[in-house]
Antibody
Framework: EVQLVESGGGLVQPGRSLRLSCIAS????????MHWVRQTPGKGLEWVSG????????VYADSVKGRFTISRDNAKKSLYLQMNSLRAEDTALYFC????????????????WGQGTMVSVSS | NFMLTQPHSVSDSPGKTVTISCTRT????????VQWYQQRPGSAPTILMY?????ASGVPDRFSASIDYSSNSASLSISELDSEDEADYYC??????????FGGGTKLTVL
C-alpha cells in the first residue's frame, strides 16, 4: 500500500524550532518529487515547499522562505521540514504530499497525501 | 504572484449538476496546468483532476473539468450530485517559479 506517514508535530513557543518527518512506503520514494502542504484549522490549503526527485529544485512559499528548510533522505525514504523562528501563523496541520509522476524536471499534481501532523505555535 | 479565486460555497439538489469556478487573477490560465482536489471533513485531500481535464484513477466520470481562456478560469463540474459529494473542493496550479498555488476552496452542499 502506498503510504505517507508524518510525525514531529506538537506545541511549540513562538521563535522556537521544530522538525517534521514523513516516511514513505509502498513506492520508490527516490523517483518522486515531494511537498509539504499545510492547512490552518477550518481554513484552506497552503502549499509550503517542494523538492524534486533529484533535489535540484527546491522552492518555498514566500511565507516560510528563510525560516523553513525542506530536505529528503532517499536511503531512509524520508522527507523532512525543518521549521525555525516559528510564528503563531504557522499553526496548521502539515501534510506530506507526493507528485503524481516520476522523474519530473518540474512539479506535478499531488496524488498521495499523508494524514498530516499538527503544529501549534503558542506561548 | 497570482491567486486562484473560487466561490466560497455552492449548493444544489441530488441529481443536479454543479460547476465550481477557479479564476486566475494575473497571467494566463493556460500558463500552468490546473488540478482539482476533494477534501471530505476530517480527511486529507484526494486528487480528482490533473493537467486541466484529466480524471485521476478511480474518479467517476460524473466529475469533469475544463479551461475557459476567455474568462481566464478553470471549472470543475459534478453531475448527478450525490450526498457523498459534499466536501470542500480546491483548485491548484503552479507559478513560473514552480511554487504551488491553491485556490481558497469551495464548500459544496448537497441540499
Amino acid at each position: 500500500e502506498v503510504q505517507l506517514v508524518e510525525s514531529g508535530g506538537g506545541l511549540v513557543q513562538p521563535g522556537r524550532s521544530l522538525r517534521l518527518s514523513c516516511i514513505a512506503s509502498g513506492f520508490t520514494f527516490e523517483d518522486y518529487g515531494m511537498h509539504w502542504v499545510r492547512q490552518t484549522p477550518g481554513k484552506g490549503l497552503e502549499w509550503v515547499s517542494g523538492i524534486s526527485w533529484k533535489s535540484d529544485i527546491i522552492v518555498y512559499a514566500d511565507s516560510v522562505k528563510g525560516r523553513f528548510t525542506i530536505s529528503r533522505d532517499n536511503a531512509k525514504k524520508s522527507l523532512y521540514l525543518q521549521m525555525n523562528s516559528l510564528r503563531a501563523e504557522d499553526t496548521a496541520l502539515y501534510f506530506c504530499v507526493r507528485d503524481m509522476k516520476r522523474f519530473l524536471e518540474w512539479f506535478d499534481a499531488f496524488d498521495i497525501w499523508g494524514q498530516g501532523t499538527m503544529v501549534s505555535v503558542s506561548s | 504572484n497570482f491567486m486562484l479565486t473560487q466561490p466560497h460555497s455552492v449548493s444544489d439538489s441530488p441529481g443536479k449538476t454543479v460547476t465550481i469556478s477557479c479564476t486566475r487573477t494575473t497571467g494566463g490560465i493556460g500558463s500552468n496546468y490546473v488540478q482539482w482536489y476533494q477534501q471530505r471533513p476530517g480527511s486529507a485531500p484526494t486528487i480528482l483532476m490533473y493537467e486541466d481535464y484529466q480524471r485521476a484513477s478511480g474518479v467517476p466520470d460524473r466529475f469533469s473539468a475544463s479551461i475557459d481562456y476567455s474568462s481566464n478560469s478553470a471549472s470543475l463540474s459534478i453531475s448527478e450530485l450525490d450526498s457523498e459529494d459534499e466536501a470542500d473542493y480546491y483548485c491548484q496550479s503552479y507559478d513560473s517559479s514552480n511554487r504551488g498555488v491553491f485556490g481558497g476552496g469551495t464548500k459544496l452542499t448537497v441540499l
